[in-house]
Every structure is written in structure tokens, then in C-alpha cells.
């Protein structure tokens, strides 16, 4: 007869309830994240991943643009911001981007991904003319654009509603937000790493008028600082009831902190056993959130490649020049080929399936 320790008794009432499709609770999260069983969590994250999408892996064959790093917030945890007339800082123009988005017509991209710094010197009108360019150049492609932060940041720019913005936005081609800027809703975290950010309640609002006027929307966490696991959960929780009302968001990115050249060099870098773990959670208690991604130029390509057994059914995509992490340490490459990206997936013994931005599936390999 199993003689069970206490934590492993919590841990099959846990593994019960996700195998009878019951929704785990606030407890049963913070648990998770503190026990010390990693493989036996991921286990049971990947039941789950399998029951959605079988043995399915996404992927998508995109580009960056990063087009500021200007930024009016000075975020502790961001090594991207500069503040204007610093040697370092950049602002693309309309002309420089089209010349990017031509670079890659060649490269069989199918989706753009685009966001930036908050930078007040381009007017309301750069955001759209700059969908507008991108749609126009490469007609066939989707874009993935604007955190929710940013959308803020240019609804009040225009003097417009977020709504009236974002309806203007897709009109000339937008088709889901970038699902960063969340950070963590921990008001104590947000008042030591990032104070002056669009506050959880309003990062909310923004994915409500998103759902309202039809664009697709993701979401996402920064782990690894100076979080608390309950911290985390709570975090997870309201977004869990988020989706409960706006049933629009397609996947959830957990982002590591990565330290370097930011004002928190002390914290974070707990690489490997946190990134499964936060990935395995997220799959357990985001029960109503189709997609985990793993965002492989973050965690790596070969610890991207074990997620896959920890509840993740989604590596991002191939990328091209990717600015914001790499300026905070991430010693990845700044893009991966579209081969590349399915050999990785094939050697994991899972299917390779390539997606566009609202995971229309473009071809199974």
C-alpha cells in the first residue's frame, strides 16, 4: 500500500479534480506553485494540453517591429525604455518601416507583430497610417499589435474612446492586440517595479472594448522578480474570470523577468524549474484560455521544446529581430528559421502546426 505525505494527498485531490474537468481554486493554485514535485505537476498539465489539442504544437511565421523605445514610463523592470534625446534612443518613421516590411516579403510571413515604448512625439495618426503601410505592403498578412498599455496611451493621443480607437485601428487592418503589458495586477509589486503604468483595471477595460468591437486579444504575466505565488494566482484568477465575461482571449504568455540593465538587477533569472512550473499552473487553472505559449526567444529553444510535456501547445513564432528582451539579457537568437521552428517541434514528437494570428490553421506538417 502508497503511504502518502500530506502534500501528496492535497496534490490526487488536485489531480482529481482536473481529471474530472472541475475548476481549481485560488488554494489549489498557490499549492501547486509550492509543491516540489515538478514532473507530476507537468504530468498533469500535459492531460490537459492533450484533451485540448492532442498532440498539436502552434506556431506561427511572423516579424517584429519594435518601432520606439521612447518611452514617458520608467518602468524598474524595463531595459528598453530610453527617455528622449538619449544617444541609444530610436524612433522609426513611416518610410523605415515600409522599407522592413518590404525586407520581408520574401520570407512567407503571415503575421507582423508590432509594439513599442509610449512616445509622445508621434501623433495619433502614425498609428494608424502605420497598419495602414503594413497592410498595404503585405496585403495577406494579419497584424498583431498594440498592447493594451499602448492602446491607452493612443486612445488618450486622439482624444477618442478606446473603443471609437480600436475600431479605427481594425478598419485599416489590426487584428488582435499583443497581449503584453499586464505585468502583474499586484498593486503592491506594481507600486515597487512599475508605478506609473496603466493600472489592471484599465488594462482590462482595454481587452473589454477589444471583445466589443470584434479584435481578437491575449494576455499575459511578468514572473520572477518580487512576486509572491499568491501573488501569481491572483493574478491568474482574475484573468480566468476576465475570460468568463469576455470569452475573447486566445492564449496566455507567462514573460520571465530577466534583470539585466534594468533598476532591478538583484531579482530574477530563476531560469528552468519557475518557467515549467509557471507554464504547467497556467495550463492547470486557465481552464477557459484555448492556448499556453511558450515564448521560446525568452526561455530558450530547448527548454521551449520540453514545455511541450508541461502543458504548453504553442511556441510563438520564427520572430525576426526582436528588440525589447534582448536589451534586458536574453541571449537567444533574434529569430529562428521556419525549419528550424519544425524540427524543434517534430524532434518533441509532437505535430508541427503552422497557425496565423487568431490560430486559423494554415498547414499541418
Not at 481549481?24 to 515538478?38: A, I, M, P, T, Y
Not at 492547470?284 to 529553444?301: E, G, R, S, V
Request: some cysteine.
Amino acid at each position: 500500500m502508497e503511504i502518502l505525505s500530506n502534500d501528496y494527498i492535497i496534490f490526487r485531490g488536485i489531480e482529481k479534480k482536473v481529471l474530472e474537468g472541475k475548476r481549481l481554486s485560488f488554494e489549489d493554485g498557490v499549492f501547486l506553485f509550492n509543491f516540489k514535485n515538478l514532473v507530476e505537476v507537468g504530468k498533469l498539465a500535459d492531460f490537459v494540453r492533450r484533451k485540448l489539442h492532442g498532440d498539436k504544437t502552434y506556431f506561427v511565421v511572423n516579424r517584429h517591429i519594435n518601432y520606439t523605445n521612447i518611452c514617458v514610463n520608467r518602468c524598474n523592470f524595463c531595459a528598453f525604455y530610453r527617455k528622449k534625446g538619449d544617444e541609444d534612443g530610436f524612433s522609426l518613421t513611416l518610410s523605415q518601416i515600409e522599407e522592413m516590411i518590404k525586407r520581408s516579403k520574401d520570407m512567407g510571413i503571415n503575421e507582423v507583430h508590432v509594439v513599442g515604448s509610449l512616445n509622445p512625439d508621434y501623433p495619433y495618426t502614425f498609428y494608424v497610417d502605420m497598419i495602414r503601410t503594413i497592410k498595404r505592403v503585405l496585403p495577406h498578412v494579419k497584424i498583431q499589435a498594440f498592447t493594451p498599455v499602448e492602446i491607452d496611451f493612443i486612445s488618450k493621443i486622439g482624444k477618442k474612446g478606446y473603443e471609437d480607437t480600436l475600431i479605427e485601428l481594425k478598419e485599416v487592418g489590426l487584428s488582435a492586440l499583443a497581449g503584453g503589458g499586464a505585468e502583474i495586477f499586484s498593486l503592491r509589486v506594481r507600486k515597487k517595479i512599475c508605478p506609473d503604468k496603466l493600472s489592471p483595471s484599465g488594462w482590462k477595460d482595454v481587452l473589454r472594448s477589444a471583445s466589443k468591437v470584434g479584435i481578437k486579444v491575449n494576455s499575459s504575466i511578468l514572473y520572477g522578480h518580487i512576486e509572491t505565488f499568491e501573488e501569481r494566482v491572483s493574478h491568474l484568477l482574475e484573468l480566468r474570470e476576465l475570460q468568463d465575461e469576455i470569452e475573447n482571449i486566445m492564449a496566455f504568455v507567462p514573460f520571465p523577468f530577466f534583470p539585466k540593465n534594468t533598476n532591478m538587477r538583484d531579482f530574477g533569472n530563476k531560469r528552468g524549474y519557475d518557467d515549467l512550473k509557471m507554464l504547467a499552473v497556467a495550463r492547470l487553472f486557465l481552464d477557459n484560455i484555448p492556448h499556453i505559449k511558450a515564448f521560446w526567444i525568452m526561455i530558450t529553444p530547448m527548454l521551449a521544446q520540453i514545455s511541450q510535456f508541461f502543458g504548453v501547445d504553442d511556441l510563438d513564432g520564427t520572430v525576426e529581430e526582436e528588440k525589447i528582451i534582448h536589451s534586458a539579457g536574453a541571449e537567444t537568437k533574434e529569430g529562428m528559421g521556419k525549419e528550424e521552428m519544425i524540427k524543434l517541434i517534430k524532434k518533441s514528437g509532437k505535430i508541427p502546426v503552422e497557425r496565423d494570428t487568431i490560430y486559423n490553421e494554415i498547414k499541418i506538417y
